[in-house]
């Protein structure tokens, strides 16, 4: 033990340095949670291709607090308006791309696995009309949107496009409702949107590009 008496310096000293060591080490402490929280913070990727096997475009998905974020970027893709969808199975075959199933719909499936016939029913009966996006439920027969349902993509002149959205029913993480589920999603890009077609003599629903949502 330093006497202040006989040594007043030290012991200014050793007193500063002894409240010091709490603060360095709640420091730290901040600093190894932050890095840990970033690391365990779900993230997603995908590559697309089109029908030739060609990268199309790659898109990005980060767990909010509001939901699932999804960054998509696209290049080779005809000029206009195409629709944009995460679909219920990852995988992704050329030509048509059935292979990704139906859009991604985790309220819908829980319905359909339900023993309520009339309900099952409906579903079979309008199914048309809700495995495409707004523009095939203007007739009024079903006015439910699909939780992997994005906005629609603008591709400009240069066959580039941006799109940003945030998807607040799905998440990466565990359960019915993780684009990471068993079995995987992937994202499809159609031929357009709105009842037009970008391509000549194509119909504005058909898959033109998919990619597999993959964890990173």
């Given at each position: 033990?330093?006497?202040?008496?006989?040594y007043p310096?030290?012991?200014?000293?050793?007193?500063?340095?002894?409240?010091?060591?709490?603060?360095?080490?709640?420091?730290?402490?901040?600093?190894?949670?932050?890095?840990?929280?970033?690391?365990?913070?779900?993230?997603?990727?995908?590559?697309?291709?089109?029908?030739?096997?060609?990268?199309?475009?790659?898109?990005?998905?980060?767990?909010?607090?509001?939901?699932?974020?999804?960054?998509?970027?696209?290049?080779?893709?005809?000029?206009?308006?195409?629709?944009?969808?995460?679909?219920?199975?990852?995988?992704?075959?050329?030509?048509?791309?059935?292979?990704?199933?139906?859009?991604?719909?985790?309220?819908?499936?829980?319905?359909?696995?339900?023993?309520?016939?009339?309900?099952?029913?409906?579903?079979?009966?309008?199914?048309?009309?809700?495995?495409?996006?707004?523009?095939?439920?203007?007739?009024?027969?079903?006015?439910?949107?699909?939780?992997?349902?994005?906005?629609?993509?603008?591709?400009?002149?240069?066959?580039?496009?941006?799109?940003?959205?945030?998807?607040?029913?799905?998440?990466?993480?565990?359960?019915?409702?993780?684009?990471?589920?068993?079995?995987?999603?992937?994202?499809?890009?159609?031929?357009?949107?709105?009842?037009?077609?970008?391509?000549?003599?194509?119909?504005?629903?058909?898959?033109?590009?998919?990619?597999v949502v993959?964890?990173?």
């Open positions: 033990m330093i006497n202040p008496n006989k310096f030290q012991a200014k000293f050793v007193s500063k340095f002894v409240v010091l060591l709490p603060l360095i080490a709640m420091a730290n402490l901040t600093s190894i949670n932050a890095a840990i929280s970033k690391t365990l913070k779900p993230s997603a990727s995908s590559q697309i291709f089109n029908a030739k096997g060609e990268l199309v475009g790659t898109a990005t998905f980060t767990q909010s607090t509001s939901g699932v974020k999804v960054t998509l970027q696209v290049q080779k893709l005809a000029q206009g308006e195409h629709m944009v969808h995460l679909h219920e199975n990852g995988k992704c075959e050329a030509p048509d791309f059935k292979s990704a199933g139906n859009h991604f719909d985790p309220k819908r499936s829980l319905m359909d696995n339900s023993h309520d016939h009339r309900l099952h029913h409906m579903h079979n009966k309008h199914h048309h009309h809700t495995h495409y996006k707004h523009e095939d439920m203007k007739h009024g027969v079903d006015q439910h949107q699909p939780a992997g349902d994005l906005p629609n993509i603008m591709v400009q002149q240069d066959g580039t496009g941006t799109l940003t959205a945030t998807l607040s029913e799905l998440t990466l993480g565990t359960g019915h409702n993780s684009l990471l589920k068993k079995g995987g999603t992937a994202i499809v890009i159609h031929a357009g949107a709105n009842g037009k077609s970008t391509i000549p003599n194509v119909d504005y629903k058909t898959r033109i590009a998919c990619g993959k964890s990173q």
